[in-house]
């Protein structure tokens, strides 16, 4: 069975940063190319960040510069370090392992306020 279980999620004041998480089980986690997407109230699920099994990186224009996705194969965990936080990068933000076959996490919630 295939679980990927986000954590990290919180309250921050704008400026402030996190640190997401998305332990997975069920899957060859190193040949997997894992992403952060986010869903905003009322708006369609946006691609965050990608990583490759060859640690190549792929960022949306809006966190370009402020959040690193890295990934350690040993703990079959990946993450986001976000920084720099805005209230618009208020949302739900999900974890996705992808290959083949495609497997969501269940998300965690995200919000920058003062």
């Known amino acids: 069975q295939v679980q990927l279980v986000e954590s990290g999620g919180g309250l921050v004041q704008p400026g402030g940063s996190l640190r997401l998480s998305c332990a997975a089980s069920?899957?060859?986690?190193?040949?997997?190319?894992m992403g952060w997407y986010r869903q905003a109230p009322g708006k369609q699920r946006e691609l965050v960040a990608t990583i490759t099994k060859f640690d190549s990186t792929n960022y949306a224009e809006f966190v370009k510069g402020r959040f690193i996705i890295s990934r350690d194969n040993a703990k079959n965990t990946v993450y986001l370090q976000m920084n720099s936080l805005k209230p618009e990068d208020t949302a739900v933000y999900y974890c996705?392992?992808?290959?083949?076959?495609?497997?969501w996490g269940q998300g965690t919630q995200v919000t920058v306020s003062s």
């Open positions: 069920g899957i060859i986690f190193s040949i997997y190319r």
């Open positions: 996705k392992a992808d290959n083949v076959r495609y497997y």
